[in-house]
Nanobody
Framework: QVQLVESGGGLVQAGGSLRLSCAAS?????MGWFRQAPGKEREFVTA????????NYADSVKGRFTISRDNAKNTVYLQMNNLKPDDTAVYYC??????????????WGQGTQVTVSS
């Protein structure tokens, strides 16, 4: 059983930046970020394989968000730049086997709120 704990969310103005972190209690393979805005379904944001060789991004965040990981610390990061109000959501970290939108992902964090004001 792997536990995931996200941190780094908050309130930021449009055009600003935030960096999310997700610390895993054990070794993980593929790790990803998803988000869910009020009244909407959870959507894929980005994911990275253990080696970093395979990385995927949703079209809506390409060029603005960057995923990275430190395997020595069992931690994955999400650097979010040029944030837009549409990025407002609860962001979830996930760990699984395939670094893509469908995973599958076996473990999920509790989520961290990101709010972007206009």
């Amino acid at each position: 059983q792997v536990q995931l704990v996200e941190s780094g969310g908050g309130l930021v103005q449009a055009g600003g930046s935030l960096r999310l972190s997700c610390a895993a209690s054990g070794r993980t393979f593929a790790m990803g970020w998803f988000r869910q805005a009020p009244g909407k379904e959870r959507e894929f944001v980005t994911a990275m394989s253990w080696s970093g060789a395979n990385t995927n991004y949703a079209d809506s965040v390409k060029g603005r968000f960057t995923i990275s990981r430190d395997n020595a610390k069992n931690t994955v990061y999400l650097q979010m730049n040029n944030l837009k109000p549409d990025d407002t959501a609860v962001y979830y970290c996930a760990a699984g086997w395939v670094a893509g939108p469908s995973g599958p992902y076996d473990y999920w964090g509790q989520g961290t709120q990101v709010t972007v004001s206009s």
